[in-house]
C-alpha cells in the first residue's frame, strides 16, 4: 500500500507535519510519497516532490500538475488543508481512500464548501490537527477523526546558559518566551502588556518578527531578537512560555515548549487547552490583567527550588509520549487505512 499526502507547501510547520506523516507510514510499514504544490520556500525537503504552482488559486494549473498522479493506484491519499483537497478532487486521484486534513477553524466555514461537500466529496473522510477542530469538522461532514500534530522529542536543546547567550539575554534573572509571528493574531501587544503587569524583575524575549514589530514599544526588560533559526532549541533559556494567541487551532510552539520542560502561559483557546490540558497557566480573564496574573503564579512557583518545573516537565513528557508522539501519530494514521475500513 502506498500513501499520497499533499500540501501547499513546506514552511513551518508543514515540513515538520509531513515528515512526521512519513515516519508514522515507515513505522507501519506502509510506503509515503510527499508532493508540495507550491514551490520550495528554502532547501528542498528531502525525499518530496514540488510541484513548483506559483499561485495555488489557479484551479487549472493546479489540476494539471496533479494529473500525472492519477496514473497511479493509492491507498491513501492525505490532502493537507483546501487547496490540496480541491486539487485532488479536481485531478480525480485514485485511492481506496481519500482524507482531507484540516488545520485551522473554518474548513467548511464558506457557503460554496459546504455545497462542494454536498455534491462532489461524500465518500471523502475528513480529519483535524486536534479534537475540537474535529468536531467542528463533524457539524458538516458528519464525521471526523483526529490526526495530531506531533513534537520530535529528541532535537538537541541548548543548555540553558547557551540559549540565553545566543538569544541575547542575561545569564541570570526571570525570562519571559514569546515566540511566533508578530501578526495581530497572535496578539503581541497583549503579551507586552501583560509583562508591563508584572511585580517581578524579568525579561520578556519576542523571538520572531511580522507587521505588528513597528506598533510594540522598547520597553525596558524586553528584547526582540527577530527570526531565529531552530528557535526552539533555545527554550531551555526560558522560564516561561507566553502565548497569547486566541485564534489557533492547535499552537506547535506551545507543544515545543512541553518538549523542552518549558510551563506555558496561555489563554483558555480550544486549541492550546487540547494541547496542555490541566498543565496549563490558564488567563481566566482574557486581558493584560489576565494575563499578568497567570504569569505571576507560573513564575512564582519556580523561585523556589525548582521542584516545581521538574515534576511539570515529567507531566508534559508523559501527555507528549500519550497524545503527540510518533506512536501516537502513527495509531492515528493505521486507523485512516483503508484496511481498517469498517
Not at 499561485?55 to 490540496?84: Q, T
Not at 457557503?111 to 486536534?130: E, K, T, W
Not at 500534530?149 to 539575554?169: F, K, S, T, Y
Not at 497572535?186 to 513597528?214: C, N, S, T, W, Y
Request: negative net charge; proline residues 6%.
Amino acid at each position: 500500500m502506498r500513501i499520497l499526502q499533499l500540501c501547499p507547501h513546506d514552511t513551518p510547520p508543514f515540513d515538520h507535519i509531513c515528515r512526521g506523516i512519513g515516519a508514522a507510514g515507515m513505522r507501519l510499514g506502509v510506503d509515503v510519497e510527499t508532493v508540495f504544490l507550491g514551490p520550495p520556500s528554502r532547501d528542498p525537503e528531502p525525499q518530496a516532490t514540488y510541484l513548483s504552482i506559483e499561485d495555488l488559486s489557479d484551479a487549472n494549473a493546479l489540476w494539471r500538475a496533479l494529473r500525472p498522479y492519477a496514473a497511479s493506484n493509492w491507498g491513501l491519499v492525505l490532502a493537507h488543508r483546501y487547496r490540496a483537497y480541491q486539487g485532488a478532487l479536481r485531478a480525480g486521484l485514485p485511492a481506496q481512500r481519500m482524507v482531507a486534513v484540516a488545520h485551522e477553524f473554518g474548513f467548511f466555514a464558506r457557503p460554496l464548501r459546504r455545497l462542494d461537500r454536498l455534491l462532489r466529496a461524500r465518500r471523502v473522510r475528513f480529519a483535524g490537527v486536534s479534537a475540537v477542530v474535529a468536531a467542528e469538522l463533524a457539524g458538516v461532514a458528519g464525521a471526523a477523526t483526529v490526526l495530531p500534530n506531533i513534537v520530535d522529542a529528541d532535537v538537541a536543546l541548548h543548555p540553558p546558559e547557551e540559549a540565553r547567550r545566543l538569544l541575547g539575554l542575561p545569564a541570570d534573572g526571570l525570562v519571559v518566551g514569546v515566540v511566533g509571528r508578530l501578526h495581530y493574531k497572535k496578539r503581541p501587544a497583549l503579551a507586552l502588556q501583560a509583562f508591563e503587569r508584572l511585580q517581578m524583575p524579568a525579561h520578556l524575549i519576542f523571538v520572531g518578527d511580522g507587521p505588528e514589530r513597528d506598533q510594540l514599544d522598547a520597553a525596558d526588560g524586553v528584547v526582540y531578537a527577530g527570526n531565529v533559526p531552530e528557535a526552539r532549541r533555545c527554550f531551555p533559556g526560558f522560564d516561561v512560555l507566553l502565548h497569547t494567541g486566541d485564534r489557533d487551532a492547535f499552537g506547535m510552539v506551545i507543544l515545543e515548549a512541553m518538549a523542552a520542560g518549558v510551563p506555558v502561559v496561555t489563554g483558555r483557546g480550544s486549541g492550546p487547552q487540547y494541547i496542555l490540558g490541566d498543565l496549563g497557566f490558564y488567563a481566566e480573564t482574557d486581558d493584560a490583567a489576565g494575563y499578568a496574573a497567570a504569569l505571576t503564579a507560573a513564575l512564582t512557583g519556580q523561585l523556589e527550588d525548582g521542584s516545581n518545573r521538574i515534576r511539570w516537565a515529567q507531566s508534559a513528557a508523559a501527555r507528549i509520549t500519550e497524545e503527540f508522539s510518533l506512536d501516537a501519530l502513527a495509531r492515528a494514521l493505521e486507523e485512516l487505512l483503508p484496511t481498517n475500513a469498517g
